[in-house]
């Protein structure tokens, strides 16, 4: 299989790794694009010295191209791009903002753009800016999240721009993968499956809470912060949602976050740590290594294409 998004990228398999924070690591990156897809080591609140040793420590574990997931919360995210200009991996996904003002630098650096978006009017402003690709991400992703359902927003956004389109958020297996490219998609990002991978190194408590979860496991909190994140349920999401509950101020409310995924990831604290999923967690079921997760999205879909004419009765 081979999409535009192939060509854009020089990758093999139309599937770009989430950047997720902690866990997106070189030794992850590495791996995923060393099994043909895209992947990314996720700069999440890190400051730009550990991200270049980060991309410097990737080079020498893979000569496939791989890329960058800048945060653009991070108070970081300017000297973050700074160095990625110094380092020119091949490409740059943003998530958590508008990354207008750097495109134009990056396009000249030769790296390929390609920002996380939640809406319309933000694929369309980012096609505009000059992104090569859009990522389209629905509410059933993990982390921090927008309001539509990747359901909804993917076809509105593939008919709003004409620049390569990714899908994400439930993406875990090759069905949702089939339904992604009906929706008129290039490809998808794949972040929770990835986690329960052999080259992810985070904590294998973290990997079995992703592996037990259950379909409504994934809850969302920070909704009422404006700042909403999915993670899957335990005694800090339950903590939280009681404080928002009682209108307890943001200060108090965020401060528990602080340090939640540290918890998770590096401690494997299952009970306070923020265990951030997406609701695909639940057809998650065993740990393997990325490239059998990547080949398992690809393997025998003839089988499913068929079912669905069968169904239609195309001939
Ligand atoms: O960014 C993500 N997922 C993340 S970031 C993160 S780190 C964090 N930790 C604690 C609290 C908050 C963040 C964990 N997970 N996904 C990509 C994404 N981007 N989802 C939604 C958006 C988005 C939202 C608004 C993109 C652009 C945007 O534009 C707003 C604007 O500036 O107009």
Known sequence: MSTRLCELLGIKYPVIQGGMA??????????????GGLG???????????????????????????GVNVMLMSPFADEVMRV????????????????????????????KICPVIASVAMAKRMEKSGADAVIAEGTEAGGHIGELTTMVLVPQVVDAVSIPVVAAGGFADK?????????????????????CSDECIAHENYKQAVIK?????????GRSTGAPVRALKNKLTREYQ????EGAPAEEIEQLGVGGLRRAFMDGDTETGSLMAGQSAAMVTKIEPCADIIKSYFEDTAEILKTIADKMEVK
Do not use: H
Request: proline share 4%.
């Open 242 to 245: 009681r404080l928002e509950k």
């Open 84 to 111: 990625i200009l110094e380092e020119k991996p091949a490409v740059v996904a943003t998530g958590a903002g508008n990354p207008a003002k750097y495109i134009l630098a990056l396009k000249e650096a030769g790296i």
């Open 213 to 221: 979860a259950k379909d409504r496991d994934a809850v969302v909190t």
């Open 22 to 35: 902690w866990v997106a690591t070189a030794e992850l990156a590495a791996a995923v694009s060393n099994g």
């Open 40 to 66: 990314l080591i996720a700069a999440g609140g890190a400051p730009a010295e550990a991200v270049r040793e980060q991309i410097q420590k990737c080079r020498t574990m893979t000569d496939k191209p791989f």
């Open 175 to 195: 069905r949702g993968m089939i339904a992604a490219m009906a929706l008129g998609a290039d490809g998808i990002q794949v972040g929770t499956r990835f986690i």
